[in-house]
């Protein structure tokens, strides 16, 4: 089901953009059960959802995890939602370590800890349709040199890209701040690491893009289109990692939402807000129609209106 505000008609002869299809993240709406969060997306009209494998959202660890898959995916098919499986719970794996241990860690057995949690995830998102499993790499350890922090990366991501390629899913990688993969380039040095596999896809954060790179967030888009499998979204500031409510940092978004439709991109824009859940459901309200104003004012819907949103 598409709930995005119908476009002006193109000129004849012209290819219309994409309709762009908007999710919430379930790591926003930790303070709701997943039944209930479901609900609440397909109320307020959302497309899908970022569906966080964590303790309380589909526990990955848990007992009868197929069963479990098999419910959430009746949910979804009820409700009409898709979905992206997303993997960055925080203490899902460690109660002690943020998003310990990491696809880098010195320990081999940490590190394939890491790598099962992710094939796990490959194989939920199979059984729910989703059109992508997100990861990252991880923060380099003290003392581990960068050729030794990508070695350990590419094998640990290995098994993880068979199981995607044997699941038909791909596997969309985050640059994340930080990170040993921290940028587009960073994505790029990974697919040459690996010899540029078929299911290597990549995350886009359209908030980490007006945080570091250094093209502005519509030309990233366009940089990315190749590759891109799933994209996150939220506002942000130059030069400081956190994620904010629309319209709270610096990025204009109707160019962004117009490049991301012309690249013709079929999954999900997911709103990314995962320190707000103690409000989640207000911001998810405001979020949507956000974005959708957002859309709906693009160069390419409303030309020759401004840009501006806020």
């Known amino acids: 089901m598409s709930h995005a505000p119908d476009a002006a008609v193109p000129p004849p002869g012209a290819t219309p953009p994409s309709p762009l299809r908007f999710g919430y993240g379930t790591n926003g709406l930790t303070d709701l059960r997943l039944d209930d969060a479901l609900g609440l997306l397909a109320d307020l009209g959302y497309d899908g959802v970022g569906l966080t494998l964590d303790h309380m959202h589909l526990d990955p660890l848990g007992d009868d995890l197929a069963d479990r898959t098999r419910r959430v995916g009746r949910r979804l098919d009820a ?110 040095t990974l697919r040459g690491v690996l010899g540029d596999p078929e299911h290597l896809g990549l995350t886009l954060d359209i908030g980490h893009c007006q945080c570091l790179e250094p093209l502005p967030p519509a030309d990233c888009v366009r940089a990315a289109a190749p590759w891109l499998r799933h994209v996150q979204i939220e506002d942000m500031r130059r030069g400081v990692h956190e994620h904010l409510p629309f319209g709270d940092g610096e990025i204009d978004f109707p160019p962004v939402l117009d490049a991301l439709a012309a690249t013709g991109y079929q999954g999900l824009t997911v709103v990314e807000l995962p320190r707000h859940s103690h409000a989640g459901p207000h911001f998810a309200e405001r979020s949507l129609p956000f974005l959708r104003r957002a859309a709906a004012t693009s160069p390419t819907n409303r030309p020759g209106e401004p840009s501006a949103t806020r």
Do not use: I, N, Q
């Open 79 to 188: 409700l009409g939602l898709g979905v992206t499986v997303e993997t960055g719970a925080r203490y899902v794996l460690d109660p002690r370590r943020k998003h310990g241990p990491s696809l880098l860690d010195p320990d081999p057995d940490d590190r394939a800890r890491r790598t099962d949690l992710l094939v796990r995830a490959v194989r939920v998102a199979a059984d729910l349709g989703a059109h992508a499993v997100h990861c990252f790499s991880g923060t380099t350890p003290a003392g581990t040199d960068e050729d030794t922090a990508w070695k350990r990366l590419a094998e640990s991501l290995t098994p993880v890209l068979e199981a995607a390629a044997d699941a038909g899913v791909p596997l969309a990688v985050e640059p994340e701040p930080g990170h040993l993969l921290a940028d587009l380039a960073g994505f790029h």
